[in-house]
Nanobody, 125 residues
Framework: QVQLVESGGDSVQAGGSLRLSCAVV???????MGWVRQAPGKEREGVAI??????????TDSVKGRFTISQDTGTAENTIYLGMNNLTPEDTALYYC?????????????????WGQGTQVTVSS
């Protein structure tokens, strides 16, 4: 069974930084991976995506210039990272790692082949 194993969530103060990681166990041929977040009482929001083995990335406007998605495909387990700088309380959310064999949307209907369990990021003011 395919698993997306996330780590790195934590509680930080505003202005701080975190790095989230997501490793794919038994990659079935994912074409892209990314991060989706959900804050309490809000809808899920696409944050960043990367197409594996390519330099193609995309970010939601609110994180551009602060977040960086990267990948490590040099091992048997594909791993992606989300570097988050200058965090604000508005970034507080449960962050899900996602993956798909064809297309990773950032906007509209957020449908993916696989979802991780989520890792909590809490930013205090």
């Amino acid at each position: 069974q395919v698993q997306l194993v996330e780590s790195g969530g934590d509680s930080v103060q505003a202005g701080g930084s975190l790095r989230l990681s997501c490793a794919v166990v038994q990659n079935p041929g994912y074409k892209c991976m990314g991060w989706v977040r959900q804050a309490p009482g809000k809808e899920r929001e696409g944050v960043a995506i990367v197409y594996l083995g390519t330099p193609v990335t995309d970010y939601t406007d609110s994180v551009k210039g602060r977040f960086t998605i990267s990948q490590d495909t040099g091992t048997a387990e594909n791993t992606i990272y989300l570097g988050m700088n200058n965090l604000t309380p508005e970034d507080t959310a449960l962050y899900y790692c996602v993956a798909d064999k064809n297309y990773c949307p950032l906007r509209g209907t957020l449908t993916f082949d696989s979802w991780g369990q989520g890792t909590q990021v809490t930013v205090s003011s």
